[in-house]
C-alpha cells in the first residue's frame, strides 16, 4: 500500500500523514514510527529489482523518482 501510493504520485512528496492513511487505513492515530521499518524494507526489495527508491524528505515525506525501473 506504501509503494503503491507514492506511485499514485510518483515525482511528488507524500508526507507521512498520507503514507501512514495509505499503510493502516481504520487505524485512528498510526505512529508515524512505523513508517521507517517498513520503508527500509521496501527500499531493500526495490533495491534487488534494480528499481527506483524512495527518497525521504525530512520533517515532510518521502518522494518516488520516476525511472525506467518503476
Partial sequence: RLL????E???EVVPHDDLLAAGWPGVPDPD???LKPHLAR???KLDRLGA?????????????DPTDGV
Fill in 4 to 7: 503503491r501510493r507514492m506511485i
Fill in 32 to 34: 508515524p514510527l512505523w
Fill in 9 to 11: 504520485h510518483i515525482g
Fill in 52 to 64: 527506483s527508491r524512495p527518497t525521504a524528505v525530512r520533517a515532510v515525506g518521502y518522494r518516488l
Fill in 42 to 44: 521496501l527500499r531493500e
